[in-house]
């Protein structure tokens, strides 16, 4: 069966520091994957997505992620974090099988930013 | 804003209650989807409507169903609610092209069980 790891449930880091959130999936065809964040009480705000072509991504509020295949991986960094991106983010990747996609998400990894 | 909104956006029902939660797609989309989270976790994929009929379905039970309009815009309903149904409800909307369609996700509803 398909799944996503996110290993680090909570993570705290200082404001202005560099920031990276791991993801591994599980996934037998090429992937597309997904990066969303979630405020609390909110809904899901797409980061940013890989489907094919360049392994590095770009996405909204400064956020990258790289797909490496022989790792499994797709995890999301920042070079300087502000304490706007306090939040939840998500992981997903999109087992596509016939007409259905369908998202499978991570458990997500809780971010905290110190003043 | 992604365009998708929800209603309501919380909702408190007894065990035993049927609840009906709606979901407006936006603009130009013609597929919903629609997620159950619970607390602490990440979404779960409840099932996919497009064109009005059901084309994919998560490991849910049968009293969980849904209807989607020619409008586009889609209802999901539970009966029989049961305490661990409390979570929050997310729609997902999105323009079937491909297979590489990105979803957009609404608000969601919180639904608590007494």
């Known amino acids: 069966a398909q799944s996503v790891t996110q290993p680090d449930i909570h993570i705290t880091v200082s404001e202005g520091a560099s920031l990276e959130l791991r993801c591994n999936y599980s996934?037998?065809?090429?992937?597309?994957l997904f990066w969303y964040v979630q405020s609390p009480g909110q809904g899901l705000q797409l980061l940013l997505k890989?489907?094919?072509?360049?392994?590095l991504v770009q996405g909204i509020k400064g956020f990258e992620a790289e797909f490496k295949r022989s790792q499994s991986s797709f995890n999301l960094r920042k070079p300087s974090v502000h304490w706007s991106d306090a939040a939840e983010y998500f992981c997903?990747?999109?087992?596509?099988?016939?007409?259905?996609?369908?998202?499978?998400f991570g458990t997500g990894t809780l971010l905290a930013v110190q003043p | 804003e992604t365009g998708v909104t929800q209603s309501p956006t919380h909702l408190i029902k007894t065990r035993g209650q049927q609840v009906t939660l709606r979901c407006s797609s936006q603009?130009?989309?013609?597929?919903v989807s629609w997620y159950q989270q619970a607390l602490g976790q990440g979404p779960q994929f409840i099932f996919q409507?497009?064109?009005?009929?059901?084309?994919g379905r998560g490991n849910f039970p049968p009293r969980f169903s849904g209807l989607q309009f020619p409008n586009y815009s889609s209802e999901l309903n539970v009966n029989a609610l049961e305490l661990d149904d409390s979570a929050l409800y997310l729609c997902?909307?999105?323009?079937?092209?491909?297979?590489?369609?990105?979803?957009?996700f609404g608000p969601g509803t919180r639904l608590t069980v007494l």
């Open positions: 997902a909307s999105k323009r079937t092209s491909g297979n590489t369609d990105t979803q957009y």
């Open positions: 996934y037998g065809a090429t992937p597309y």
């Open positions: 890989y489907f094919s072509g360049d392994t």
């Open positions: 997903a990747v999109d087992e596509y099988g016939g007409a259905t996609n369908k998202l499978i």
């Open positions: 603009s130009g989309h013609n597929t």
């Open positions: 409507y497009y064109r009005e009929e059901e084309n």
